[in-house]
């Protein structure tokens, strides 16, 4: 027998918000960093003439480079995990910050080191008349350098913005996502009592027990159970048994239905396959 090799210790994995912090801080947006892409400039920059901003402009164009080293994460999650690594906002508290980031993330909630870059942004914006007056006796100059924009003036903080905008553009999670599939589920629901009432079958609606205080309320409750034939091979309802679609009569099982709980959105194509 050979002499095992001792185990290697692990390295502890570094937290998510030690990956995407320096970038964020350096200008990079949340987008950016879920997308693991860097920006081309068009959406979140603006040109400027400005000798002084050259610095700026190299700050923000490492950070959007450096985005394009990590991989793609949600970006509502991401806009989660640095809330909770950049202000002091308890964990009941920041689903509220994430659906209204313009009023529960200000410059009060920011960590102390966090609020050099407000202060920072504040001072921009008292010069910022100033310098549009100098930008525009100049500019006839063909250099030009990129800045990340400031964050609208009905956000607090440019956290507070990128939040916001994390939120509306994440597809598949967050307050919309969330939303539609909520509306998904309601219009089901209406699909599948108006088959029960073309069918003729009676039954009460989770509205109907709530009244009546029952202890458990499914979507449809049956007022008499009902039959239908399964297939023991696919588990799919037999829709045409009378027409006899299914040669072999053994391959046919009666389930008895009580009470229905509509599943708009359930699962996935490997889950339907295999196990519904």
Known sequence: QQPQ???????????LHNKYLPAFCRGASILELAGGRAGNG???TKTNNDDDDTKTNKDTKDATNAASDFPYYPPYL???????AMTTLR????NQALKQPETY?????LLPEYQEEHHHQE???KEEPQQQQQKSASTSSTTTTTQPLEHPRSFPTRLAYQVHLATQQDPLYGLHHDQQRHMVGIEYEVVLEHELRKWNIPFETEEDLREKGTARTPDILLRCPIAVPVSKT??????????????????VEWKVVCWIDSKA???DVHTHNTSV
């Open 234 to 251: 696919t588990g799919a309802p037999v829709h045409d048994i009378n027409n006899n679609q299914h040669d072999d009569d053994r391959d």
């Open 42 to 44: 068009d959406d979140d």
């Open 123 to 125: 001072e921009n914006e």
């Open 78 to 84: 991401l806009a989660r995990i640095l809330l909770e």
């Open 265 to 267: 959105l359930f699962g």
């Open 5 to 15: 090799q001792p185990q290697q210790p692990q390295q502890p994995q570094t937290p």
């Open 105 to 109: 993330i200000t410059p009060h909630v």
């Open 91 to 94: 964990k009941k508290e920041l």
